[in-house]
């Protein structure tokens, strides 16, 4: 009896349990580890816990903007993420712009406006929907944390990542760290193994983020990890 609560002392006093379907929130924590308050934007934030890049933070005190396409993942977030600024929006470079959704079902995590993406897959969406652009900016602009400083960026929108950020502003949001996924259309199936740095570094999100002063410090399958190069968080 001793030794199992012993065991189970020391599991829980050094293990990390992670929320990311690849783990990657375990990096970013380990980043951040000596700040307690923060400031995170989730892009394609889909559920409040389960494959979630800011659930680790926001257990540590920090809060943010969670965008997700579903009303349904809006809702969660609103119930069990009181703190955050939740909302439904289509992100797009410009505001206003029709795009079309190819849309699966509620609360689905393939949701996506990428044609090529959907094309390319062999479950078909089960309709396309049309929903007007609003911009990264102008969701930051009219939240409670327009004249906040923002620590942490993930965005996970099936393809559209760069499309998202090409016209976002980088000068006035200088944002340490942003984990991006990096969609390799020309793989049948993704893993670990097939993973290439060349494809990678050159991808559109790749040189649009190393343009505006970011680096690659890590990859996780197709997580891609960026630091600000003039960055002075912890010792990476």
Request: proline content about 1%.
């Amino acid at each position: 009896m001793f030794i199992n609560l012993l065991k189970k002392f020391y599991y829980e006093r050094y293990s990390k349990k992670s929320y990311s379907i690849s783990s990657v929130d375990l990096i970013v924590d380990r980043i951040f580890r000596d700040k307690t308050k923060g400031v995170y934007i989730d892009v394609g934030c889909n559920h409040p816990i389960k494959y979630n890049n800011t659930y680790l933070l926001h257990k540590r005190g920090w809060s943010g903007i969670n965008i997700d396409l579903d009303q349904t993942c809006i809702n969660e977030f609103n119930t069990m993420r009181r703190k955050d600024h939740n909302i439904q929006e289509l992100v797009g470079s410009i505001d206003g712009e029709e795009k079309e959704i190819y849309y699966y079902h509620e609360r689905s995590a393939i949701n996506t406006i990428s044609k090529a993406l959907a094309d390319k897959r062999q479950t078909k969406p089960r309709e396309i929907l049309v929903k007007k652009t609003k911009s990264l900016n102008k969701i930051i602009e009219i939240s409670p944390y327009n004249n906040k400083k923002i620590n942490f960026m993930s965005i996970d929108i099936e393809n559209h990542e760069y499309e998202a950020l090409k016209n976002f502003n980088f000068k006035k949001y200088q944002i340490d760290l942003i984990v991006t996924e990096c969609t390799n259309m020309d793989q049948d199936k993704l893993e670990a193994y097939t993973q290439s740095l060349d494809h990678i570094m050159n991808t559109n999100i790749y040189k649009l983020l190393e343009k505006n002063e970011y680096k690659l410090i890590n990859w996780v399958n197709s997580d891609l990890v960026f630091v600000k190069k003039n960055f002075e968080g912890s010792e990476l």
